[in-house]
């Protein structure tokens, strides 16, 4: 048996001993559209019914980190309406438990809810557009850093709404997340000017200057495509820094359970040269460790060492940041739970 099937063994006895608690439980990802490889994960999320969150669990095996996670209804209408960015969780999933029938058909409703939406070109148009706002407040940022390595962060954020936007004129969303974003844009029936070339430009720019015009005219491509103003955004107003927290450093070490696998991902697109890939995921990783780590760390920097010809700088600079958030969580007391096999996960649990 696969590990993967394994896992999902796992996950389903361990909904048999919690069932009064679950109304749902739903994979997603690469296992479900059929790309999965040794090293991928399951994707699973579980809608409560309780309060208790029980089943909620991180952990890292053989080396590839899992997170299983509660979401709520509330937010599974909000992905049905194209609300929320989240689509694969509902429109590419497949439901693994069910507490009745009730909850299964609600599931489902929901699934066609999104079906219905897709063929409305209107309402598309509405939620292209609102992508290409988010997008034009990124813009602004943009344009007013002096930091090349936030401006990455930035742009790779406004690359996922600009690609959002345009899915969503095409009717369509990225049915693999941002793992294939740019292969599925090139499938796209329309596309705006030279909006390939310019993803390629953003890559590839070295420079601060470079990556802001590049960001700029990307965006200006964007509004004409749906024909839309390119509306001017008030320049962001300074915040007062935040003064750090307390460590947590349980917290840093379910932190970094679930994103291990964003390491993993930087190393294996250094292998295989994916640079559009390894841009997104270094500045979702980045924002990440400035945003949700609790704990403190020599830097995380991740952005300044990308070179689009050269992914070794970055990947080397990963695993510098990935040992230190190890070494810093085991000597704060945190413990992060690291596993060879499937059993041990049942020992955690006393289930076997």
Partial sequence: MKIQEQVLTYITQRTNHLAEEIALVVCYGSYVTGNATALSDVDVFYIPRLKNHELSETFILKGIGYDIFPLSWEILEEIADFKNGLSPLLGDSRVIYSYSPQE?????????????????????????????????????????????????????????????????????????????????????????????????????????????????????????????????????????????????????????????????????????????????????????LKEDLSIDLATTDLLSFYDFKDLTRLSKQARAIERDCEISIIAGGGTIHRYDTVDELYQRHKMK
Avoid at 215 to 225: E, G, I, V
Avoid at 239 to 267: G, L, M, R
Avoid at 273 to 287: C, E, I, R, Y
């Fill in 104 to 288: 299964l058909q609600r599931f489902e409703d929901l699934q066609k809810q999104m079906q219905r939406q897709l063929a409305d070109k209107q309402l598309m148009q509405e939620r292209a557009i609102a992508r290409l706002k988010k997008a034009g407040q990124l813009n602004q940022k943009i344009q007013h850093t002096d930091s090349l390595s936030f401006a990455r962060e930035l742009v790779g954020k406004q690359l996922s709404s600009l690609s959002e936007s345009i899915a969503y004129q095409n009717q369509t969303y990225f049915h693999k997340g941002m793992k294939e974003q740019y292969q599925e844009l090139q499938k796209m029936d329309v596309l705006p000017e030279d909006f390939l070339h310019g993803y390629q430009a953003i890559l590839q720019a070295q420079t601060l200057p470079v990556l802001q015009q590049a960001a700029k005219k990307l965006f200006t491509s964007a509004c004409a495509f749906l024909h839309q103003p390119e509306a001017r955004y008030p320049e962001p107003a300074l915040t007062a820094e935040i003064p750090s927290s307390k460590p947590d450093y349980h917290q840093a070490a379910s932190w970094y359970e679930e994103v291990c696998s964003s390491f993993n991902k930087i190393y294996s697109c250094e292998q295989t040269g994916n640079a559009a890939l390894v841009f997104l995921t270094a500045g979702s990783l980045q924002s990440s």
